[in-house]
T-cell receptor, first 110, second 118 residues
Framework: SQTIHQWPATLVQPVGSPLSLECTVEGTSNPNLYWYRQAAGRGLQLLFYSVGIGQISSEVPQNLSASRPQDRQFILSSKKLLLSDSGFYLC?????????FGSGTRLTVV | AQKVTQAQTEISVVEKEDVTLDCVYETRDTTYYLFWYKQPPSGELVFLIRRNSFDEQNEISGRYSWNFQKSTSSFNFTITASQVVDSAVYFCALSGPRYQTGANNLFFGTGTRLTVIP
């Protein structure tokens, strides 16, 4: 069966520090992968999606970036975090049945 | 443009009451998919249902039921005999025709926070 792993679960980082969130998928090949962000009290916003290794599309311009070094690995990064980057980050993958989400990373930038 | 509107920000009901969560969508696609997700306090999104635009049959799953009406662009969700465990944020979402074969954004509403009071 397919599973999606996302870590860390929580993270507190100072402003200006770098960020790396990792997401891996098991049990499927060549998945479509996504990074979503949920700001406090708001809906989910698509940040990046990827249809294959090295293929990244950005939906929202910002100081975040994404990379897909392997078929089932999707990484969200930042060189310098801003206070506004705080939020709940969710990785997801999609197939014909729908979208499956990871358990999320709660990022607090202080 | 695609858009999902969940006008109800927060709803509180007493246990065993029925509650309906509204969802209205906008899309220019003739083929599209509608979803409902539940987000409990733990944060992860739990898939509840997917419905494609060609299937307007209402669906019932236990205490949950969904009413899809293309004429009013609505996909409402009803919980019958609500329970405390139903307390969560519920999201309605919309995707275009390519989500099955290629990346396609899942557009979310802003969610409805349901609180079931014991």
């Amino acid at each position: 069966s397919q599973t999606i792993h996302q870590w860390p679960a929580t993270l507190v980082q100072p402003v200006g520090s770098p960020l790396s969130l990792e997401c891996t998928v098991e049990g499927t090949s060549n998945p479509n992968l996504y990074w979503y962000r949920q700001a406090a009290g708001r809906g989910l916003q698509l940040l990046f999606y990827s249809v294959g290794i090295g293929q990244i599309s950005s939906e929202v311009p910002q100081n975040l970036s994404a990379s897909r070094p392997q078929d089932r690995q999707f990484i969200l990064s930042s060189k310098k975090l801003l206070l506004s980057d705080s939020g709940f980050y969710l990785c997801a993958w999609s197939d014909w049945e729908g979208y499956t989400f990871g358990s999320g990373t709660r990022l607090t930038v202080v | 443009a695609q858009k999902v509107t969940q006008a109800q920000t927060e709803i509180s009901v007493v246990e065993k009451e029925d509650v309906t969560l509204d969802c209205v969508y906008e899309t220019r696609d003739t083929t599209y998919y509608l979803f409902w997700y539940k987000q409990p306090p733990s944060g992860e999104l739990v898939f509840l249902i997917r419905r494609n635009s060609f299937d307007e049959q209402n669906e019932i799953s236990g205490r949950y039921s969904w009413n899809f009406q293309k004429s009013t662009s609505s996909f409402n969700f009803t919980i019958t005999a609500s329970q405390v465990v139903d307390s969560a944020v519920y999201f309605c979402a919309l995707s275009g025709p390519r989500y099955q074969t290629g990346a396609n954004n899942l557009f979310f509403g802003t969610g409805t926070r349901l609180t079931v009071i014991p």
